[in-house]
């Protein structure tokens, strides 16, 4: 059965940083592309950085230049920087893996910016 299980969220103050970490298991992991949404409360689920298995890149114009997301083949590991955060980044984030049809969740973790 495939997992992908998040970790890192949190209560961070604005201006500050968290570092979300995604480990799969049970995939070919260096074939698919990675990536990372989020849902806040009332709002669709939204697109916040994607790493193709070649390592290109694609962040939300959001979080461009605040957020980092980076793979580790060997470790089967996605990763998402996220610095200056802002109250507006408050929402569950949720890992995500796609290979052709298939596409994979995790069960997401809560990041929350707030003073």
């Known amino acids: 059965q495939v997992q992908l299980v998040e970790s890192g969220g949190g209560l961070v103050q604005p201006g500050g940083s968290l570092r979300l970490s995604c480990a799969a298991s049970?995939?070919?992991?260096?074939?698919?592309?990675m990536g990372w949404f989020r849902q806040a409360p009332g709002k669709q689920r939204e697109l916040v950085a994607q790493?193709?298995?070649?390592?290109?890149?694609n962040y939300a114009d959001s979080v461009k230049g605040r957020f980092t997301i980076s793979r580790d083949n060997a470790k089967s590991t996605v990763s998402l920087q996220m610095n200056s955060l802002k109250p507006d980044d408050t929402a569950a984030y949720y890992c995500?893996?796609?290979?052709?049809?298939?596409?994979?969740w995790g069960q997401g973790t809560q990041v929350t910016v707030s003073s």
């Open positions: 995500n893996a796609k290979y052709a049809t298939l596409d994979y």
């Open positions: 790493i193709t298995s070649s390592d290109s890149t």
């Open positions: 049970r995939i070919v992991f260096r074939v698919y592309t």
